[in-house]
């Protein structure tokens, strides 16, 4: 065969041309698998954290233990855990003060053997997550309008509308960990609607006259 006729004969170039394209199609679709399965892990992961770290700062709102609401965390973090097997410990909650409010906190990040995308040098994925549940003690306000009736039908009843008033408000002001942090306010109605008062907080709501 001439070189000319060598140069012009292209039936060997389909197969190149097929296992090259062939190659290209298997890692696309590696890449389609692995990242899929990533997120899918991802996803399931940022359940169990989350349902470990509000576990954990329910628990402190109840127990006020540190240590007791770690474990409680990490139990529901352990029943929810999609990983099936585990190259390194799981991850534990982790209890710290954020702003002086205490917080429950779960970091992961494991690692998932790829498959296909090993072609690609990529042997190992890790889905990372983060979660952190904050338990705010005695820094909300609790805000209270006390809607009062001023027609005629009330005449007579005004003293017990005021020492009703000033009934409720005691039996908010025990409520745990409100501490104090009450703010109330009167709105009355007869004719027409009257704002008696903007409100008001704490010692000032046992000025009910």
């Not at 399931?44 to 709102?61: G, I, M, P, W």
Request: glycine share 8%.
């Amino acid at each position: 065969m001439c070189p000319q006729s060598f140069a012009r004969n292209q039936k060997g170039s389909i197969v190149i041309i097929t296992g090259l394209a062939a190659f290209a199609f298997l890692l696309f679709a590696g890449i389609a698998m692995d990242t899929s399965r990533a997120y899918y892990l991802q996803s399931r992961l940022q359940q169990a954290a989350d349902a470990a770290v509000l576990a954990c700062a329910a628990e402190y709102q109840h127990s006020e233990k540190p240590q007791h609401s770690i474990a409680v965390g990490n139990r529901y973090f352990q029943a929810n855990d999609p990983v099936q097997e585990r190259a390194s410990p799981a991850p534990s909650v982790t209890f710290f003060l954020r702003d002086g409010d205490p917080a429950c906190r779960m970091e992961d990040a494991p690692e998932m053997p790829a498959t296909l995308t090993r072609v690609a040098g990529f042997s190992l994925l890790r889905p990372a997550v983060t979660a952190t549940a904050v338990v705010a003690i005695g820094h909300s306000t609790a805000e209270v309008v006390f809607v009062l009736d001023e027609t005629g039908s009330m005449r007579g009843n005004i003293g017990a509308l005021k020492s009703g008033m000033r009934g409720a408000i005691a039996a908010l002001e025990e409520l745990p960990r409100v501490e104090k942090h009450l703010a109330a306010s009167a709105i009355g109605y007869s004719e027409g609607v009257r704002h008696h008062a903007p409100l008001v907080q704490d010692q000032a709501l046992h000025r009910v006259g």
